[in-house]
């Protein structure tokens, strides 16, 4: 069982450039979330989703999009990469909020 | 901030008793967890949150609604425990969860 999967692990992007993050889920979680992390500002909620092809805004979303066509998986997207995206970040999955979250190993992105 | 810790450091030996403390602003939030990242990993659920109080094995998390506060003590420290502790609250409806910016733990020998 593996639980939250995300992919890439690692990655350098030039300011500009484009990339998707992909996180996958086994364990049939209704609720996913992207959080970024940065040293002093804590976890920061950017897009969340409570369903398949549901999306919402979360606290830090300007410069992101995000996609949910299928159940287990949520897609963060930088359209144009900016050195302020320079971050780790974090896939969860959750069934609910009563339960808390099963986060993924994270994926360190730096923007050059 | 929605949810607020003290950053710490906390250094302490091997054998003591530690406690944290996290102060939440908004008296709507009906979830609370514990839980503990260590350096460059993910955050890991450590402990649910209940007014009444929980208990598991060394760790004891207490929730008092009325002041808005939540603790976590942490008794017979190893040094296993070095981490970052974050303190969570959330709604259960769309599981949003709001973190605090987590307590540091150093267990030394």
């Known amino acids: 069982n593996a639980g939250v999967t995300q992919t890439p692990k690692f990655r350098v992007l030039k300011t500009g450039q484009s990339m998707t993050l992909l996180c996958a889920q086994d364990?049939?979680?209704?609720?996913m979330y992207w959080y970024r992390q940065d040293p002093g500002m804590g976890l920061r909620l950017i897009h969340y989703s409570v369903g398949e092809g549901t999306t919402a805004k979360g606290e830090v979303p300007d410069g992101y999009n995000v996609s949910r066509l299928k159940k287990q998986n949520f897609l963060l997207g930088l359209e144009s990469a900016a050195p302020s995206q320079t971050s780790v970040y974090f896939c969860?999955?959750?069934?609910?909020?009563?339960?808390?979250?099963?986060f993924g190993s994270g994926t360190r992105l730096t923007v050059v | 901030k929605e949810v607020e810790q003290d950053p710490g450091p906390f250094n302490v030996p091997e054998g003591a008793t530690v406690a944290f403390n996290c102060t939440y602003s908004n008296s709507a939030s009906q979830s609370f967890f514990w839980y503990r990242q260590d350096c460059r990993k993910e955050p890991k659920l450590l402990m649910s949150v209940y007014s009444s109080g929980n208990e598991d094995g060394r760790f004891t998390a207490q929730l008092n609604r009325a002041s808005q506060y939540i603790s976590l003590l942490i008794r017979d420290s190893k040094l296993s425990d070095s981490a970052t502790y974050l303190c969570v609250g959330g709604w259960n409806q769309g599981g949003k969860l709001i973190f605090g910016q987590g307590t540091e733990l150093s267990v030394k020998p």
């Open positions: 969860a999955s959750s069934r609910s909020g009563s339960y808390g979250y099963t």
């Open positions: 364990m049939n979680h209704e609720y």
